[in-house]
Antibody
Framework: EVQLVETGGGLIQPGGSLTLSCAASGFTVSRTYMTWVRQAPGKGLEWVSVIYSGGSTYYAASVKGRFTVSRDNSKNMLYLQMNSLRPEDTAVYYC???????????????WGQGTMVTVSP | DIQMTQSPSTLSASVGDRVTITCRASQSISSWLAWYQQKPGKAPNLLIYDASSLESGVPSRFSGSGSGTEFTLTISSLQPDDFATYYCQQYKSYSITFGPGSKVDIK
């Protein structure tokens, strides 16, 4: 079965760090365009970062310089290292798969269930 | 960044109604657009990709059209399971952007 499972969310103080993990099954992360998308409580979807199969990474302006996306090919895992966290980073974080890159990106056909990150004193 | 807008933001409809949601891009994105359905507490679910291609397993009452800067999602006959929020997403740019969402609720 093709699925994604995120872990690592929790309550963290402003300025703190947290690493989210996304375990993939049924496909190979290293051969796939993978992304992180977040959703603040009661708000819409916000793209956070992407890692291409070739290893290139890109970030939203709101997280650039603070967040780092990476993967472990041996474990078939995707990660999001989040530093200098701010209250506005509070959100459910989803990892998602794009089965093929049509332009610069693509549509996301498989999503995890999401993990909640709360940044608060 | 490419900005996405959606209208209406909220739509009240009845079972059996034909529903249309519009998504506009701030610049041409060709056909690089997807539509998602999201229910409360759940992850988004891909409905349409490349503006008009139906994702496998999605009911045929969902359809997408458009190119350039204006796109539509149509539900031909609204079913009880379709009450949800719908988002468009452009992927012409590596800096992906989503629309603000359109909530379809019960009239």
């Amino acid at each position: 079965e093709v699925q994604l499972v995120e872990t690592g969310g929790g309550l963290i103080q402003p300025g703190g760090s947290l690493t989210l993990s996304c375990a993939a099954s049924g496909f190979t992360v290293s051969r796939t365009y993978m992304t992180w998308v977040r959703q603040a409580p009661g708000k819409g979807l916000e793209w956070v970062s992407v890692i291409y199969s070739g290893g290139s990474t890109y970030y939203a302006a709101s997280v650039k310089g603070r967040f780092t996306v990476s993967r472990d090919n041996s474990k078939n895992m995707l990660y999001l290292q989040m530093n200098s966290l701010r209250p506005e980073d509070t959100a459910v974080y989803y990892c998602a798969r794009c089965p093929y890159v049509a332009a610069a990106g693509g549509a996301f056909d498989i999503w995890g269930q999401g993990t909640m990150v709360t940044v608060s004193p | 960044d490419i900005q996405m807008t959606q209208s209406p933001s909220t739509l009240s409809a009845s079972v059996g109604d034909r529903v249309t949601i519009t998504c506009r891009a701030s610049q041409s994105i060709s056909s690089w657009l997807a539509w998602y359905q999201q229910k409360p507490g759940k992850a988004p679910n891909l409905l349409i990709y490349d503006a008009s291609s139906l994702e496998s397993g999605v009911p045929s009452r969902f359809s997408g059209s458009g190119s350039g800067t204006e796109f539509t999602l149509t539900i031909s006959s609204l079913q009880p399971d379709d009450f949800a929020t719908y988002y468009c997403q452009q992927y012409k740019s590596y800096s992906i952007t989503f629309g603000p969402g359109s909530k379809v609720d019960i009239k």
